[in-house]
């Protein structure tokens, strides 16, 4: 192997290294939000995610045998196989940038981005939520929009509905102070409990 052909296959090889020991690090640390689960989720890795590198470097070998240039084999599998593992890796960093914004849920980090922009400032929960009465619904109801919010049932909670709870929460922080949460469930219990007492 010439130094001339040598020098890209390197290069490529070290991006293909950091670029996939970065995915496999976010992967184990779900994106970055459980950093200290590490070492569970080694645990959890199976005969089927450690054949996905055999498979990949069985496909740069193959894809080696096409002569896309006159190189020898060695050549061309020296460049052939860094390049799957990096095809590889920006597939696995488009699902984790998609998973980590949401950005195929109907509410994601951009959608509440735009709807503070507009005014609409509403906090996500899935579900039925359970209210003793209309009274205490109504109560509640008013409670948060004191605050400067509704709330919205998203029906499924999804990746991209927390992401957009975060957002609509870390701009009410902001307008409310740091915290306007617990003030805000003091409160509600105060109501629930002025509720059933004035009801027996």
């Given at each position: 192997?010439?130094?001339?052909?040598?020098?890209?296959?390197l290069v490529?090889t070290?991006?293909?290294?950091?670029?996939?020991a970065?995915?496999?690090?976010?992967e184990?640390s779900?994106?970055?939000?459980s950093?200290?689960?590490?070492?569970?989720?080694?645990?959890?890795?199976?005969?089927?995610?450690?054949?996905i590198?055999?498979?990949?470097?069985?496909?740069?070998?193959?894809?080696?045998?096409?002569?896309?240039t006159?190189?020898?084999?060695?050549?061309r599998?020296?460049?052939?196989?860094?390049?799957?593992?990096?095809?590889?890796?920006?597939y696995?960093?488009?699902?984790?940038i998609?998973?980590?914004y949401?950005?195929?849920?109907d509410?994601?980090?951009?959608?509440?981005?735009k709807?503070?922009?507009?005014g609409?400032?509403?906090?996500?929960?899935?579900?039925?939520?359970y209210?003793?009465?209309?009274?205490?619904?109504r109560?509640?109801?008013?409670?948060?929009?004191?605050?400067?919010?509704?709330?919205?049932?998203?029906g499924v909670?999804?990746?991209?509905?927390?992401?957009?709870?975060?957002?609509?929460?870390?701009y009410?922080?902001?307008?409310?102070?740091?915290?306007?949460?617990?003030?805000y469930?003091k409160?509600?219990?105060?109501?629930?409990?002025t509720?059933?007492l004035?009801?027996?």
């Amino acid at each position: 192997m010439t130094h001339s052909k040598l020098k890209p296959a390197l290069v490529l090889t070290v991006i293909a290294i950091i670029w996939t020991a970065l995915i496999m690090v976010l992967e184990l640390s779900d994106v970055g939000q459980s950093w200290d689960r590490i070492g569970e989720n080694l645990n959890r890795i199976t005969l089927n995610n450690t054949l996905i590198f055999l498979k990949l470097i069985l496909a740069g070998c193959l894809i080696g045998l096409v002569p896309f240039t006159k190189s020898r084999y060695k050549t061309r599998i020296a460049l052939s196989i860094p390049s799957v593992f990096m095809v590889f890796c920006l597939y696995q960093s488009i699902i984790m940038i998609d998973f980590h914004y949401g950005l195929t849920d109907d509410f994601n980090y951009f959608t509440a981005k735009k709807d503070i922009e507009k005014g609409k400032i509403q906090v996500l929960h899935a579900g039925q939520l359970y209210y003793e009465s209309d009274e205490v619904y109504r109560a509640l109801d008013s409670l948060s929009r004191s605050y400067g919010y509704t709330l919205i049932n998203a029906g499924v909670f999804s990746p991209g509905a927390e992401r957009y709870n975060k957002v609509m929460k870390d701009y009410l922080k902001r307008k409310n102070g740091p915290g306007w949460e617990d003030e805000y469930r003091k409160k509600a219990e105060l109501i629930r409990s002025t509720v059933k007492l004035t009801s027996y």
